[in-house]
């Protein structure tokens, strides 16, 4: 069985039953290509021995028709979701060393369903990022291009699926951390609704923007993870109690009578002819499977960046105040008083970028801006929440492109702060939202570099998403 065709966990189940040690061969597999596209540094830490030793376990589970939901299911995990026993370091210098004390709700839930976890993987550090060019350990490579940007912040968990290191992965998802890498990367990436999947053990970057998801290379398997990690924690204030559907069960491929608006703010001139060509053929098709679409006006996507740079900032300086040198983590050698240490623990420890945000946060959070800056965004946030519900009673879903341009260079846009950020468009109104989306493949450009659209859901309304999703992988 080889990850290089493997590209659904439907095809290992179909080839599982003639190879009584299919799971312990096709770990074997992706540990070997791990190994062979270790240039891309996708990985930070790979669980080999872990690996293999709960291969043979699944394989005798499935031997005597005992396992779970997901037995086999090959998955890296993004290294800001604790792990018990395992390094979580945020691909930061400040968390290097730091070893997590429990599982992630999201892990728990994948061990109890029989799921592989093959190792950690990169990404920008504490998620700060839109290219996974910052993270304390270097960055990561696209799989088709080593001279182009991966995306970010999810950059590793991307790759490890796109490389055919694991068949799927977690990933995170602030501003369009999941979204913008599996455009990239030319994979499906899902951002569910805030609070269908518990954050417990998530590192927290914007604590009311952040949602754990998913790379998959397909629909139906972003589906079977999504069914098994999520739902109601008690351990997490706000994941919401709205039951989960069996979205394989119900991804039927009828697609008739839908209704898709498409945001005439989001196809302004400005957009990549390419792009835009990709994203009018997946319209075209769908036309033909009885999608209506319709024009719609989302008046206050113009303020979606300094929205969401405000409010994401603010949040980021008060969770990271907790990283000092005096509890855990890096400490600086330079600590002849308690002031001194806290000072050049937190400078040497963090990265431009987040040292950037954390500045700016603090910033807008203090005496005299607060009300000009923070609460402000806050109101504009509003706004563009009504904006979708405006939307939502007039189509089933929305249909845009994920960035502007596709994969870009390494180095490109690293000193440009504004440049870099603007890379996040079309995805961060989703997060402002709280809404679900969902990146899928929609082509090529002439360089041969994956291009990506979006789809945005009504909240804890995935299955639609999935459905149409399900239905262009055809």
Request: net charge neutral.
């Amino acid at each position: 069985m080889n990850p290089e065709t493997l590209l659904s966990y439907d095809s290992f189940l179909n080839q599982k039953d003639k190879n009584e040690n299919s799971v312990s061969n096709l770990v074997t597999e992706y540990l070997e290509n791990i190994s062979k596209r270790k240039s891309l540094n996708a990985f930070l830490e790979v669980f080999k021995e872990e690996t293999i030793s709960s291969a043979k376990i699944i394989d005798k589970k499935i031997k005597e028709k005992k396992e779970n939901s997901l037995a086999g299911f090959v998955i890296a995990v993004k290294d800001i979701i604790s792990i018990k026993g395992k390094k979580l370091t945020c691909s930061s210098k400040i968390l290097e060393k730091f070893d997590s004390l429990y599982d992630a709700t999201v892990i728990k839930r994948l061990k109890e369903a029989d799921a592989i976890l093959i190792g950690k993987t990169n990404c920008d550090e504490f998620a700060m990022g839109s290219s996974g060019e910052n993270s304390a350990f270097g960055p990561t490579l696209h799989p088709l291009d080593e001279s182009k940007v991966p995306g970010g912040s999810s950059s590793g968990s991307a790759v490890a699926v796109a490389s055919k290191c694991s068949l799927g992965s977690l990933g995170t998802d602030t501003g369009g951390s999941i979204r913008q890498p599996a455009g990239f990367c030319g994979i499906v990436g899902l951002k569910p609704t805030y609070g269908r999947v518990s954050r417990f053990g998530l590192v927290a970057f914007a604590s009311s923007f952040d949602q754990i998801g998913t790379f998959t290379n397909n629909a139906r398997d972003a589906a079977r993870i999504l069914e098994v990690i999520a739902g109601h924690d008690p351990l997490d204030s706000t994941s919401s109690t709205i039951p989960v559907p069996k979205y394989l069960n119900r991804m039927n491929g009828d697609l008739k009578g839908l209704k898709i608006g498409l945001p005439k703010e989001y196809f302004e001139e400005s957009l990549n002819p390419e792009i835009k060509n990709c994203i009018n053929s997946k319209i075209e098709f769908l036309k033909s499977k009885g999608v209506t679409f319709v024009e719609v006006s989302l008046p206050h996507t113009e303020y979606t960046i300094p929205t969401y740079y405000i409010l994401t900032t603010a949040e980021a300086s008060s969770n990271l105040a907790r990283y000092d040198g005096a509890r855990y983590g890096f400490r600086s050698e330079k600590n002849d008083s308690m002031e001194n240490m806290f000072a050049n623990s937190r400078s040497e420890g963090f990265g431009r970028e987040v040292k950037r945000r954390i500045m700016l946060g603090t910033y807008v959070l203090s005496a005299g801006y607060y009300d000009a800056y923070y609460k402000k965004a806050q109101q504009v946030r509003r706004l563009i929440q009504n904006d979708f519900l405006d939307v939502f009673k007039k189509v089933d879903c929305l249909l845009t492109p994920i960035s502007p341009t596709t994969a870009f260079s390494i180095g490109e846009k690293i000193n440009d702060p504004l440049q870099m950020y603007l890379s996040d468009i079309y995805t961060v109104s989703v997060n402002i939202a709280g809404l679900p989306g969902i990146s899928i493949p929609a082509g090529k450009d002439k360089n041969n570099l994956p291009i990506g659209l979006q789809l945005i859901g009504k909240h804890f309304d995935e299955l639609t998403l999935l459905k149409i999703a399900d239905v262009c992988e055809q």
